[in-house]
């Protein structure tokens, strides 16, 4: 069966530390992985996305992986800081047959940056 | 200001009502689409549409229905048929490859 897994407990970690989010997926080929955040009663804003023959992308303290062979991208945070507590969702991304494109959620991870 | 934009922000329906949930966005993106998120979960697929005039059934589409009119537009109807419609419901659109914008959810409950 096909199945999105991210960290299914909530990650703490200090402020000024990485924090890293893990997304797995079985029986998918996706085209793209994205990585959104969400915070409580809002809309997901869309963080990064990565294309399949990419291993790598970065945005100012953010990074994101995208290993195809073993078919997981990790999600790093750098120099976390409190206002970086969120739910962070990863999306699988798919071309579609006629044209288009259609995300698949995760069911993200809640993220807890401490002082 | 370019975004998408969802009204109500919060809904009450009875049993056996149907509700309209508006979404339009004003980004100029072909594509459009319909999320339900419930307590602790993913964003789960309601409907799609790639162009004008034209939709696809999602993963839960089973109690709901949509129009494509215009390209700006994609309203969603909560039908009575929906056996348990309280949610938040998220609309989004993209163009081709790009990055997904999500408008700011209606929450919907029943009452």
């Known amino acids: 069966s096909q199945k999105i897994e991210q960290n299914s407990e909530a990650l703490n970690i200090q402020e000024g530390k990485t924090a890293t989010l893990t997304c797995n997926y079985t029986?998918?080929?996706?085209?793209?992985l994205q990585w959104y955040r969400q915070d409580p009663g809002r809309g997901p804003v869309f963080l990064l996305l990565?294309?399949?023959?990419?291993k790598e992308k970065r945005k100012e303290r953010l990074k994101v992986t995208f290993d195809t062979t073993l078919k997981q991208s990790l999600f790093h945070i750098t120099a976390s800081q409190p206002a970086d507590s969120a739910t962070y969702l990863c999306?699988?991304?798919?071309?579609?047959?006629?044209?288009?494109?259609?995300?698949?959620f995760g069911t993200g991870t809640q993220l807890k940056v401490e002082l | 200001d370019g975004g998408i934009t969802q009204s109500p922000k919060y809904l009450f329906r009875k049993e056996g009502q149907n509700v309209t949930l508006s979404c339009e966005q004003n980004?100029?993106?072909?594509?459009m689409y319909w999320y339900r998120q419930d307590p602790g979960q993913g964003l789960r697929l309601i409907y799609y549409?790639?162009?004008?005039?034209?939709?696809q059934k999602g993963d839960i589409a089973e109690g709901y229905s949509v129009s494509r009119e215009k390209k700006e537009s994609f309203p969603l109807t909560v039908t009575s048929a929906q056996k348990n419609p309280t949610a938040f419901y998220l609309c989004?659109?993209?163009?081709?490859?790009?990055?997904?914008?999500f408008g700011p959810g209606t929450r919907l409950t029943v009452l």
């Open positions: 029986n998918y080929s996706p085209a793209y």
């Open positions: 989004a659109s993209r163009s081709f490859g790009g990055e997904q914008f």
């Open positions: 549409s790639q162009i004008v005039n034209d939709f």
């Open positions: 999306a699988l991304d798919f071309i579609l047959t006629g044209g288009g494109n259609k995300l698949t």
């Open positions: 990565i294309r399949e023959n990419e």
């Open positions: 980004l100029n993106h072909d594509a």
